[in-house]
């Protein structure tokens, strides 16, 4: 990466104090680690830091360093503040009553009458020097941090570091890489670079653990198709500054709440599968976390976890009922089948093979589970050249025990195939 866009960064760092770092809505481990590792070097380097995400933090990422000092606002304090107007009304002096559970707050102004207008409640966000965006594609993604105080950002200079393919350069300076695994990856090679400039450590043990956690979960554990030398080398150098690789593993893919696996359960049993499109969709809907007494934080990771090991699948998607929207997470099991514009197309984003969008749950959830599959149905059929050949789908979890139900016989009754298991049996490739 361009050193001249390192200097830039630094420059405008060096000269501001006050620093907002956020990171996009539900924010993953690369999200939070690569803010939580900047507000680390930021404080070292003696700047105000605020850290602020939409979401709190998923329960299996509060092992991460300084996690608790994580706002769901844009303001760096808890304070009430009621604020008089003493410009008309000289005041006298301020007492505090507390009459039990209650607090009264006396203003006995020396002449005059206070009036309710002289009193007033400010909100809104703090002003900052600096604001740095990290792993987020748009400033939309940010949720409704952004949409709450779109002013602060056109008054505010902004560090977008990111690495994905729809990025829209939204900051002053942008460092986007999409070559890179993850923001934590980038985020490392300026620090690298920030330290042989400064001739001081930066990357300690809990910063090399923030940035070790991204590249691991972004890449699956090494097993996704981003996993580049890079990535690897990268993470060996933070595994010899301290990084605890163990704590990561430990707590990202080997602990897992009850709740958790009854919700993977659920997920299994609805599994269906198109084979002539090379498409494996699952659901969750809010009764299905109910049902499984789960939180939707649960739901991350599970479309890594659970469906890309179908066989000959090309498109992976998870479609996910939230309080106001349907998220659908995707991947993609090679290039040709591009998630990330597919994505982008309808108003998501992301990579070539890992991406996702929303939808407004105004519908109903079952009619934008059958508008998304249609969708990317007919995305296949005519990225595969599909025309009209019947549309297969799964009776069972094609995973454990694939059963499909074949196109009707010529007595008109269905026929039944079962699988052997071996890769691409299922469909038929």
């Known amino acids: ?40 070097v930021l404080k070292e380097m003696g700047k105000d830091v605020t850290v602020s995400t939409n979401d709190p933090a998923p329960e299996n990422l509060m092992f991460l360093p300084s996690i608790n000092i994580v706002r769901n606002s844009v303001s760096d304090s808890n304070k009430f503040v009621i604020s008089v107007d003493a410009s008309r009304v000289k005041l ?7 009459q039990g559970d209650k607090v009264n707050i006396v ?15 400010p909100t809104g966000a703090d002003k900052y020097d600096l604001i740095m965006v990290l792993d987020t594609g748009n400033l939309e993604h940010l949720g409704p941090l952004y949409d709450k105080n779109v002013e602060l950002f056109y008054e505010t200079p902004v560090i977008n570091i990111d690495h994905h393919a729809s990025n829209t350069e939204f900051g002053q ?7 890179a695994s993850s923001a934590t990856e980038i ?10 400039k400064k001739k001081k450590k930066m990357i300690t ?4 653990t923030l940035l070790l956690g991204g590249i691991i979960t972004d890449t699956g554990s090494f097993q996704h198709a981003n996993t580049s030398p890079r990535a690897l080398d990268t993470s060996a150098k933070l595994l010899d500054l301290g990084a605890r690789q163990q704590e990561i593993i430990k707590h990202i893919f080997k602990t897992k709440k009850l709740s958790t696996l009854k919700l993977w359960g659920i997920i299994l049993s609805k599994v269906q599968v198109d084979p002539v499109h090379r498409m494996v969709w699952s659901t969750i809907s809010k009764d299905d976390l109910q049902e499984a007494d789960a939180d939707p934080s649960e739901t991350e990771g599970i479309i890594d976890d659970l469906l890309t090991n179908a066989p000959g699948a090309e498109i992976i998607f998870l479609i996910k009922q939230n309080p106001d929207l349907v998220s659908i997470s995707m991947r993609s099991t090679n290039n040709q089948a591009d998630v990330g514009k597919f994505s982008a197309d309808n108003g998501g984003g992301g990579h ?9 749950d105004g519908r109903g959830f079952e009619e934008i589970v059958n508008e998304v599959v249609g969708k990317v149905r007919q995305y296949q059929a005519e990225r595969l050249n599909i025309h009209g050949q019947p549309i297969v789908e799964p009776i069972v979890n094609p995973i454990e025990n694939p059963i499909v139900e074949k196109p009707q016989s010529a007595n008109n009754r269905p026929t039944i195939g079962i699988s052997t298991g071996r890769k691409g049996d299922l469909f038929g490739l």
């Open 1 to 40: 990466m361009s050193a001249q866009v390192y200097e830039q960064i630094t420059n405008l760092i060096e000269k501001s104090q006050k620093i907002l770092i956020l990171t996009h809505a539900r924010a993953d481990c690369d999200g939070l680690g690569s803010a939580l590792s900047a507000y680390l």
């Open 92 to 98: 006298d002096k301020i007492e505090v009553d507390e």
């Open 107 to 121: 203003i006995t102004p020396a002449d005059g009458i206070l009036t309710q207008a002289d009193v007033t409640f």
């Open 173 to 179: 300076i942008n460092l986007v890489d999409v070559t």
């Open 187 to 196: 985020l490392f090679e300026y620090l690298e670079w920030l330290e042989n």
């Open 205 to 208: 043990e809990d910063v090399a």
């Open 352 to 360: 070539i093979r890992a991406a996702g969008f929303k939808v407004k």
